[in-house]
């Protein structure tokens, strides 16, 4: 009977591994409690190669288990050690584990051999491997005398260092005297026998102190070999040479390796250029998760080589003049490895079993037997097994038949050693799991609930849920051999107690155990991929949920490590920040979440940006009169690709320290051929740019110097303006010294009459930009050329271009003006134009003056300054805007040139016509009584004509705010006053009011009063007073009294914010139709309308009966029209725009209906 049992769970279960890699674990071993009669089992023995530090005291380790407690014996090179006859040598309590003590005394070779252990009880005997001791060795170099080495540059060189053969072997590597490692290449490299390789020389590689170390690891001791001098020979004349393999030699070789092992090839080969290496494998592909390259790929390393690595391995050596091959055939052998290993067997009396024992190595191994450490075929006949090969056939077996057996697989690379007893026992089932525990498994995942047994003959198991629960059955659960149940998918209802039960011949166990399902852990916002510019801030979040009865953990790592030990790290709840970045915070950042059952990680990526470091090693090739080829290399990107460079001069024979852009190329580029001027000292340099912006400027290029040359441009903005009537000034926008292309600059300056047959006048100027030529005729046009010219020559021939001498005042007014009024505020004004010779320079334009000389309507005269239009160009009209009617008016006409103004015509007179006026100043109504209102007024500030008369229109407002019938008066031009009589007692009346002139109605004003209260009436109310001498009746009208005073308070509120007006309807149906806008054929630009100014009031607040309204004066600005400061015309010199005044209709009469009348101008009528 043979048994697999799972040893107890003594913890909750957490997150495990996958269930095959479970299995074999629970299947590695077989384990019999440890209170039940057992042979002896090893558990730890030291290792078959042993090497030992002789400085130390040795031990040697042996441990085993069994029932009853075995003793332990030892053998040393095939014979028994007696330990108690060598003071030097105990064995540890209850132990088999030797220690030699030869730190005090005794030497390690002395104890160098092979050991075995073997522990024994009554049961049968279990043996180590062989252990074979070897104290570690570090000898010294034998002492040589090496001479220098000398070689030509080009040529290859072998350093040999030949390191002694030490136990175990030495780690090799070079130095200086410094102690600091020889700098190492494709062309300079380390080989595997320790040997360093030059396939080619150079100067550099001169020095004295090449010294090869020999580490060994195990003393800790590094040994040094004499230092090597090396000269290298500069010559011009060393020849390039194909490639040649150093090692291996020929062009073949053979290697063997163990199965498991490293197969590392090598190649290194001399030449010149320096040759590359490349590796292949013949009728097949390098395994690629197992390949790696080191060594500048001089080496192919194969990880974990099988057979199936075996076959033929070409490295090829190459350069441009040839290459070279090496075929490495690879041979893979094997030591022993198992196939199966021979378990430990339980069985009951009675009962059959089997060992197996199968290993396969290259060559194939051979099996052997041992029963108690004894070969078989020495040891006592068994009737109960048979041999068969590789196993033994048990049948029943009885209590003599424990032992312990020992199959032995060896060929000539190794050998294997493994124990398995054979312990016969009758024992009922016990359930070796811990009763009632408790198992925390995440939904969706694997449960595996444990119910290890043991029991002889084997048991049976059962499994159920519940109290009552019936067997579980195997379409649902998977039950394994060592009585473990597993869920395959655990769900929230598979949460419950569990029962497994065991039974044998001999009786029965259960135990329960509790499973509960908990929520996964998720993360439910990941850290997001950050690019972020050095010194600047990033922060990572990590949001995770997680079942509210499970405590969770938050954790951050940088490229899987802890972060950081510094400041510019914070973690806050589910945060991280990080200030201050720098370079070395490039990294992927991980946010870990765990709890007890289950983890869960996200990752992101934190991109350090900047800009650019400046480019370096600028250098000058190419050297020619008028190009240079530069280039750099570019310096670091700090992770945004380089777009561009920036390439700048300076010319530090012109203007040193001031940098100048020259050219841009692309980021990919390092060279850039630039254009050159003459006579100029260039220095560059360049700067990168990428997304993040530019780097700063590198380091300047070494001075180039161009030669000198005739100048290539001459002056620009040239011009030739006099600035008196007898002069020509002529200027030009100098070179800048870039320009000159050499020593000495000058400008010739020439010019000559552009309508005569003179000469040109030319003279030569150094260190201006003006030259003044005198004694010209006035306003002459001129022909004007300037041309440069230095030490080299002259430049291309100039552009010509044409100027003028200086200007004078013109000389002739303009004649024939005539005045057209157009209506009462325009007129239009006609003039001949003045000869073209008499202008005597450019023509402007022309300018009219004017002024008002006599107002109509006034008793006294009054100044006025003088007004100025101005028309450019050659006009012969204009338009004369913002007049004032009813006026005299005087204007003349002058031309403009660019000196200034002509003589004046002669004096034009006009008059205006009379137009309407403008609202009275004010209308007050004062000493209201019981039947009648006293209206004040004053006449309109600006009549424009003479007044006619005033007309008064106005209408009751009774307590419902209707308007009542429409009285209209007229009245004389002469008063300003009037009583109105026979007035209703205690109303409120709204008053309209305008003047006229012959040319019509003017602008309205409006006002509201209310006569007083008839004080009779108000009496007979006093004396009945019965009443109102009560207390309740006073009370009561103090409350409507305070209730009235909050309504008047919310209307005047309501009122000042431009509510609704009650008596809209009413002043709608009343408006006046006498008053109509003038037409657009009175003569006037426009018409005198305003359809919002004067209609009866609908928003606003009322005018207390004392207060004065005033309406501004609608007067046209002069800013409206002409040119400069005084207006605009169009070209043909006309009025743009319309001119129109603004007036107020009047209230209509009775119950016909008008245009809504506007609240702005009911607001605006309060002043």
């Not at 048994?3 to 269930?19: D, F, T």
């Not at 073997?118 to 010294?140: D, H, M, Y």
């Not at 049976?460 to 009585?483: A, C, M, P, R």
């Not at 109102?1028 to 009235?1044: D, E, S, Y």
């Amino acid at each position: 009977m043979q048994l697999k049992i799972m040893p107890p769970k003594k913890s909750l279960s957490v997150c495990r591994a996958p269930l095959i890699l479970f299995l074999c674990q629970v299947m590695s071993a077989l384990e019999v409690p440890l209170d039940l009669v057992q042979p002896p089992t090893i558990t730890r023995q030291s290792p078959k190669d042993y090497i030992i530090d002789p400085r130390e005291n040795i031990e040697i380790q042996c441990e085993a288990k069994g029932k009853p407690p075995p003793s332990f014996s030892w053998t040393r090179n095939g014979t028994h050690f007696d330990i108690d006859k060598d003071p030097l040598v105990k064995m540890l309590p209850n132990s088999g584990t030797l220690v030699i003590s030869i730190t005090i005394e005794g030497k390690a070779e002395t104890y160098e051999g092979v050991y075995q252990c073997t522990a024994r009880n009554e049961r049968g005997a279990a043996i180590s491997n062989n252990i074979v001791i070897r104290p570690s060795r570090s000898p010294l170099w034998t002492k040589e005398k090496l001479e220098q080495i000398t070689i030509l540059k080009g040529q290859s060189l072998v350093l040999p260092c030949r390191p002694p053969l030490g136990l175990p072997p030495p780690i090799i590597f070079w130095m200086d005297n410094s102690f600091q490692r020889l700098p190492q290449s494709e062309r300079v490299s380390q080989g595997l026998n320790g040997d360093l390789y030059f396939s080619n020389v150079l100067p550099e590689d001169t020095r004295e102190d090449y010294i090869c170390y020999a580490r060994f690891n195990h003393t800790q001791t590094i040994q040094q070999k004499q230092p090597i001098s090396v000269k290298v020979h500069s010559t011009n004349s060393y020849i390039e040479r194909p490639p040649k393999l150093l090692t291996p030699e020929g062009r073949t070789s053979h290697k063997e390796e163990l199965r498991e092992n490293v197969l590392s090839l090598e190649c290194i080969a001399e030449g010149l250029p320096t040759p590359s290496i490349n590796w292949t494998k013949e009728d097949g592909e390098l395994p690629i998760n197992r390949t790696f390259y080191k060594n500048f790929k001089k080496t192919l390393n194969i990880i974990h080589v099988s057979e199936a690595d075996s076959g033929k391995y070409k490295c090829t050596a190459r350069n441009s003049l040839g290459f070279v091959e090496h075929t490495i055939s690879v041979t893979v052998k094997a030591a022993p490895y198992w196939i199966t290993a021979p378990r430990n067997l339980v069985l009951s009396p009675g009962e059959d079993g089997t060992l197996i024992c199968r290993a396969n190595g290259n060559p194939k191994p051979s099996i052997s037997w041992l029963t108690n450490g004894v070969p078989i075929e020495m040891a006592p006949d068994d009737p109960s097994r048979k041999i068969d090969g590789d196993t033994i056939l048990f049948s029943d077996v009885q209590e003599s038949s424990s032992a312990v057996y020992q199959c032995n697989a060896s060929n000539e690379y190794g050998y294997l050693l493994a124990n398995a007893f054979v312990n016969v026992l009758a024992e009922p089932p016990r359930i070796l799991t811990e009763a009632n525990l408790h198992y925390q498994v995440i939904t969706d995942r694997p449960a595996l609930l444990d119910c290890a047994f043991f029991g002889s003959p084997i048991p049976t198991i059962e499994w159920f849920k519940g109290t009552k629960g019936s067997v579980l059955q195997e379409n649902t659960y998977v039950f394994h051999d060592n009585g473990t149940l597993e869920i395959p998918v655990a769900q929230k209802d598979s949460a419950g107690t569990y029962t497994c039960v065991v039974r044998n011949k001999l009786g029965m166990a259960k135990n329960d155990v509790h499973l509960e399902i908990k929520d996964p852990t998720r993360i439910i916002k990941q850290p997001e991929y950050k690019v972020v510019q050095r010194g600047g801030k990033a922060s990572f979040e990590c949001k995770v949920k997680h079942d509210p009865t499970l405590i969770a953990t938050l954790t951050w790592l940088k490229d899987n490590g802890e972060l950081p030990n510094d400041g510019r790290f914070s973690v806050d709840n589910d945060h991280l920040v990080i200030m201050n970045i720098s370079d070395e915070d490039d990294a992927t950042y991980t946010c870990i979440a765990n709890t007890s059952l289950d983890i869960v990680s996200a990752s992101a990526m934190l991109r350090v940006v900047d800009r650019p470091n400046p480019p370096f090693d600028l250098e000058l090739t190419s050297l020619l009169e008028r190009s240079v080829q530069l280039s750099w290399i570019p310096g670091e990107e700090n992770n945004s690709p380089i777009t561009d460079f920036i390439i700048e001069y300076e010319d530090a024979l012109h203007e040193p320290g001031i940098w100048h852009h020259q050219t841009d190329v692309p980021g990919t580029q390092t060279t850039a051929e630039l254009k050159l001027s003459p006579y100029i000292k260039y220095a560059f340099r360049v700067i990168a740019v990428n997304s993040i912006g530019r780097s700063l400027p590198s380091e300047a290029s070494e001075y180039y110097m161009t030669k000198a040359a005739e100048p290539e441009e001459n002056p620009t903005a040239v011009e030739g303006i006099g600035s008196e009537p007898d002069n020509l000034v002529i200027t030009w926008q100098p070179l800048k010294g870039f320009d000159a292309n050499g020593p000495g600059l000058q400008y010739k300056v020439s010019w000559r009459q552009k309508d005569g047959d003179d000469e040109w006048t030319s003279v030569v100027v150094a260190n201006v930009s003006k030259y003044i030529v005198s004694g010209t005729p006035t306003f002459v046009p001129y022909l004007v050329k300037v041309q440069a010219l230095n030490d080299f020559g002259f430049a291309p021939e100039p552009m010509i271009i044409i100027g003028h001498s200086g200007e004078d005042l013109p000389m002739m007014a303009p004649s024939n003006v005539r005045v057209n009024v157009v209506n009462s505020t325009l007129a239009e004004v006609h003039w001949e134009p003045v000869p073209l010779k008499s202008i005597r320079g450019h023509l402007k334009g022309y300018r009219i003056y004017y002024w008002k000389v006599k107002n109509s309507s006034k008793r006294h005269r009054r100044h006025v300054e003088k007004k100025i239009l101005t028309f450019n160009g050659n006009k012969t009209h204009g338009m004369l805007p913002g007049l004032e009617p009813f006026s005299h008016y005087t204007l003349n006409v002058r031309v403009v040139n660019g000196k200034g103004e002509g003589p004046a015509s002669v004096d034009q007179v006009f008059s205006t016509p009379e137009g309407v006026p403008s609202a009275p100043l004010f209308l007050k109504i004062v000493n209201p009584t019981l039947d009648s209102l006293t209206l004040e007024w004053d006449p309109p500030s600006h009549p424009n004509g003479i007044l006619t008369a005033y007309t008064l229109k106005f209408q009751p407002i009774n307590s419902t705010h209707e308007l009542g019938p429409l009285v209209d008066l007229k009245i004389a031009a002469n008063m300003t006053s009037l009583v109105l009589r026979n007035l209703s007692y205690s109303t409120r009346y709204k008053f309209y009011f305008y003047a006229q002139t012959s040319a019509g109605s003017g602008s309205q004003i409006t006002e509201e009063a209310v006569t007083t209260v008839d004080e009779g009436k108000m009496a007979m109310a006093s004396r009945q007073v019965d009443i109102a001498t009560q207390g309740w009746f006073i009370g009561l009208m103090c409350a409507v009294a305070l209730l009235i005073l909050v309504l008047l308070i919310v209307c005047f509120i309501r009122r000042n914010k431009g509510g609704k007006y009650p008596v809209k309807e009413k002043e709608d149906a009343h408006a006046d139709p006498e008053i109509q806008p003038m037409k657009e054929d009175d003569g006037t630009f426009g018409e005198y309308s305003d359809a919002e100014d004067h209609k009866p009031l609908k928003k606003g607040s009322r005018t207390p009966s004392d207060r004065t309204v005033k309406k501004e004066d609608s007067d046209d600005s002069l800013v409206d029209y002409g040119e400069g400061v005084n207006g605009q015309f169009n070209e043909d010199g006309s009025f743009i725009g319309q001119y129109s005044g603004k007036k107020e209709k009047e209230p209509a009469e009775g119950n016909e209906s008008s245009e809504a009348p506007s609240p702005v101008n009911a607001m605006n009528s309060f002043v």
